[in-house]
């Protein structure tokens, strides 16, 4: 099975007990060693070789003070049976005192070597692990591990964190299903049997209920392997997910509160768009009403007059029901009733819609002959028209020191198709306000809704053009739209 960073002591940290069960042990096999070589009447370097093997075993297990010890026994040993005068610690021959002292401080040198070399990789292993425990600490991912055979388990310190386990609670498979949430804790005993059964990798994301309620959503992944004996068993990382589930729920509501919010602003902009438009087919409504009243005052009234005011009521009143229709069409990108038209008669209808605003100005027009026909929706090219002239009219107005004239162009242009231009004598518009004339709610008009140019742009993309404005020269403002021939969904 893998081993996990789990609280066990860490390399280096040995008790007293366990290097005086070390250095006894390491005593007792030279010993041994010892006394066989000599039963078996071996030469002195045979059990020199083998003392130095204990001697590295005790080094790389226990601490440099019990291998020293085992050293000094060892060298006893081999003075004792293999150096004349044979079981005697005197030695008589010089020579035997050198391969003595040589094998004695052999042995403590490589004893020293193994033992730093042992410290050096414990230093390491301490330092991954302390990597280790730190970035799980950070991420919030604790590992596990478990066997099915013998029931053991393993869990890091990040573990205990997200299960809510003291550190010196023992480590359980059963531990870790009694924090699961009673409403998940049978979905993942299934995918666990299966798991179990089909020796498989398996994920699942969960509730913990740890003490005091506390709800708690981890993820786990777990991969199937094989211990040393070829036992079933299971590795895995368990992420605490409360944040992102938090967050999730946070950014689920805010979307709630933001599709709320953007509904109402639709409401807001279809309500003002059709105030907005149909403001114009009011006016006129009232206009005509008022003339009518006039004619009928005259003695004796004038009957035709009358009868023509109210037809000019019915048609403002018929096309403020159009503007409507085709403005809620618009806004809620429905079909609207476009056919191939000629831009010129629109361009002539809507000026004489127009006419009783007319009073006072100069109009020019310039329509180009063989204009090929644009497929537009009429009520809706007319609106776009009505607002541009009354834009011009508007910015005429506090123009007292030059005549008020406006000038209207159609025109055939190659790239863009059909050109209409519609140029006044007005204040003009800033540079740097030119292109915030389309924003929404933006307006230069002190009871200006910001609508209108905004609305206009619209209508005149939905049909595959494009509108801008740029400054008239000296004076005024002239206003631009594309149509494409041909443009827009044929009716």
Known sequence: MVELATTRPRGGETSPARRTAECGAGCVAVALIAVLCFRLQLS???PTLLCLVVLVVVSLRGSFLSSAVVSIVASGFLDYYFVPPLFSFNVGDPQDIVAVVAFLATSLVITRLVSQVRHLMDERLRLSEAYLSEAQQLSHTGSLGWNLKSGASTWSDETFNILGYDRHTSPSLARVLDRVHPADRSLLQD??????????????????????????????????????????????????????????????????????????????????????EVNQPLAAVVTN??????????????????????????????????????????????????????????????????????????????????????????????????????????????????????????????????????????????????????????????????????????????????????SGGETGTVFHFTLPPGAGVSA
């Not at 005052?297 to 037809?311: K, Y």
């Not at 409507?324 to 069409?329: D, Y």
């Not at 006419?355 to 026909?373: C, F, H, I, M, W």
């Not at 009505?386 to 055939?412: E, F």
């Open 44 to 46: 002195f370097p045979t």
């Open 191 to 276: 995918v666990m049997a299966r798991a179990n059964v089909d020796g498989s990798d398996w994920a699942l994301e969960f509730r913990l209920l740890l003490p005091g309620n506390a709800i708690r959503h981890v993820h786990v992944v777990a991969r199937a392997g094989r211990d040393t004996a070829g036992r079933l068993d299971f590795i895995g990382a368990m992420m605490d997910v409360s944040m992102r589930k938090q967050a999730e729920e946070s950014l689920r509501a805010a979307q709630a509160n933001l599709a709320q919010v953007s509904r109402l602003t639709t409401v807001g902009v279809l309500t003002g768009s059709i105030a907005h």
């Open 289 to 470: 009403a008022n003339a009518c009243l006039r004619w009928l005052d005259h003695a004796p009234p004038n009957v035709d007059e009358v009868r023509d005011a109210i037809r000019r009521i019915v048609r403002d009143g018929t096309r403020g029901a159009e503007v409507i229709a085709r403005m809620r069409g618009l806004l809620q990108k429905g079909t609207t009733a476009r056919r191939p038209l000629n831009v010129n008669e629109v361009v002539l209808e809507t000026l004489a819609l127009a006419d009783t605003n007319l009073r006072g100005v100069e109009v020019r027009t310039e329509l180009a002959r063989e204009l090929s026909p644009a497929v537009v929706d009429r009520v809706l090219l007319q609106q776009v028209l009505l607002n541009l002239i009354t834009n011009a009219l508007d910015a005429m107005k506090p123009a007292t020191d030059r005549p008020h004239l406006l000038h209207l162009r159609t025109a055939a242009d190659p790239d863009a198709g059909i050109l209409v231009s519609v140029r006044d004598t007005g204040v003009g518009v800033a540079a740097q306000d030119m292109e915030r004339l389309f924003e929404t709610f933006y307006t230069t008009k002190a009871g200006g809704l910001g609508m209108g140019l905004s609305i206009c742009r619209s209508i005149i993309q939905s049909h595959g053009g494009r509108l801008w404005a740029e």
